[in-house]
């Protein structure tokens, strides 16, 4: 049962994945911040889930920079270790962005300030959010095209959905009878609700 819980979250991939939409050939992020649908060569990310997604599609060869995490290594590490650095997710660098010269700009809500310093420099950028297993899956739907990987990334989503199904089918037919909590931070006290993804989590534990 260890290893279902840990299942759930690999799929999960982290928490800060976050959602998207294509509408008219276009990719929307929950902000109305829009760029063209279309493969992009030189993208940046100040998000550490959308680094993992890429190299989960084999996307990674299409990301110039990425934003440091200090003390939180990136899956891959041994990978992302290496990757050049554009400032921090809190304070990403304008001048280090402009130096990678990146057609597009991936941010996460701790940065999503940034975007309007992107804005007046013409950059294209997408702020995503995601809040439950569907979104996710739809973010790396949309990461494919992004990355040129469409038949990769239909090909790991079909995976996910098979593994979550028997996944619930396994909780179904044997339930963990536990309680837990979500819990995020400490000082000050933070936990999610049952609406939330890790609420979605337990949801799936039954």
């Known amino acids: 049962m260890k290893r279902v819980i840990t299942l759930i979250f690999t799929i999960l991939i982290s928490n800060l994945v976050y959602a998207l939409k294509i509408e008219n050939d276009f990719i929307i992020d929950s902000r109305g911040n829009k760029i063209e649908k ?81 804005k007046a420099r013409k950059l294209n950028f997408i702020i995503n959010e995601a809040n439950s297993f569907e979104q996710i899956l739809n973010n790396l739907e949309i990461y494919g095209v992004i990355t040129g990987k469409e038949e990769n990334t239909d090909r790991l989503i079909d995976s996910y959905n098979l593994k979550l199904k028997m996944i619930k089918e396994k909780i179904a037919e044997k339930p963990l009878n536990i309680k837990g909590g979500f819990l995020f931070s400490t000082s000050p006290m933070m936990v999610f609700s049952p609406n939330s993804l890790p609420g979605q989590i337990f949801d799936t534990l039954g």
């Open 38 to 118: 279309k493969e992009y060569k030189k993208v940046l990310i100040l998000d550490p889930a959308a680094v993992e997604a890429f190299y989960l599609i084999g996307g990674e060869n299409n990301i110039v920079a990425i934003a440091d995490t200090a003390k939180n290594p990136i899956w891959p590490q041994e990978k992302t270790k290496d990757l050049p650095k554009a400032g921090t997710i809190m304070k990403p660098s304008v001048e280090q962005v402009l130096m990678y010269g990146p057609d597009l700009v991936i941010l996460n809500t701790m940065s999503e300030s940034f975007g309007e310093s992107l």
